[in-house]
């Protein structure tokens, strides 16, 4: 899978780009099932939505179930990522967000370089997020949105909150842009909201702002997000954080075409 060179100015233009169907049916089914499979699995890893049972977010799932280790190698991702970014790659971190149906909340608007900036010393923005639809994205179930060309501002918030929602993972509420940052890059940018089927790819920059709204639809919306970062930017705290947030295997990625159906 190559990108030609209309998407990769798109992508350096815009701070996104939408590749649809990527994954076929039966591709995203062995995923989400592989997804169930790992929200039974009790521990730090799994974030929970406030005062209820269902599952908010859950980490590094590509280091308990084959399919996910699978599809951080294929060369549908990597042929991508590398046109995008680098060729020497790693898994910086991997998550689903669930956003079960009635009720899924939301994800405040963010950056996510300077989360990871403040938490874990990163040198520079030299990742890019891969969002893989794992349910169709609609107007109705809380679908991720952007506020396009935004990755151009440079950082939008100075301080981490002294509020932080959660003690397993960086929520992006802690972070969030004040409502007077997020009116002026939207005045200037517009929003852009991504509704595409299940099997769909979004490809977006570490500095795009971001975020999504609460999933009040009887549809859940889950999206999985994999961050790649180049080998050259390695987080430089004293203190890293939990392997399930931040990948300590800093081994290049080479794409592989072996094991389950979602690996060409
Ligand atoms: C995030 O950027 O971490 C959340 C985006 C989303 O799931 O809508
Ligand atoms: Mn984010």
Known sequence: MQLSTDQVSRYQ??????????????????????????ARVPGPQRVLEDDSDRVRAIYASHHRQREFADLVRTPRLLGPVHALLSDQVYVYQLKINAKPAFGGDKWGWHQDFLAWQLADLLPAPRLVNVAVLLDDSTEFN?????????????????????????????????????????????????????????????????????????NMSPYPRRLLIVTYNDTRNLPMTPNPRPDYLVGRDTTPLRPTDVVTGVSR
Do not use: M, W, Y
């Not at 815009?14 to 995203?28: H, I, M, Q, R, T």
């Not at 909201?193 to 971001?210: D, L, M, T």
């Open 142 to 214: 809380g679908p991720l949105i952007v506020v396009p060309g935004s990755h151009t501002l440079g950082e939008l918030r100075e301080h981490r909150s002294d509020q932080h929602r959660s003690e397993q993972h960086l929520d992006p509420d802690d972070i969030s842009l004040r409502p007077d940052q997020l009116a002026g890059v939207v005045a200037e940018r517009g929003l852009h909201s991504v509704k595409a089927r299940a099997g769909s790819v979004v490809f977006f920059h570490p500095e795009i702002v971001h975020g999504s709204a609460p």
């Open 13 to 38: 233009r815009d701070g996104f780009l939408v590749v649809e169907n990527l994954f076929s049916a039966a591709e995203v089914a062995d995923l989400c099932a592989a997804f169930d499979a790992d």
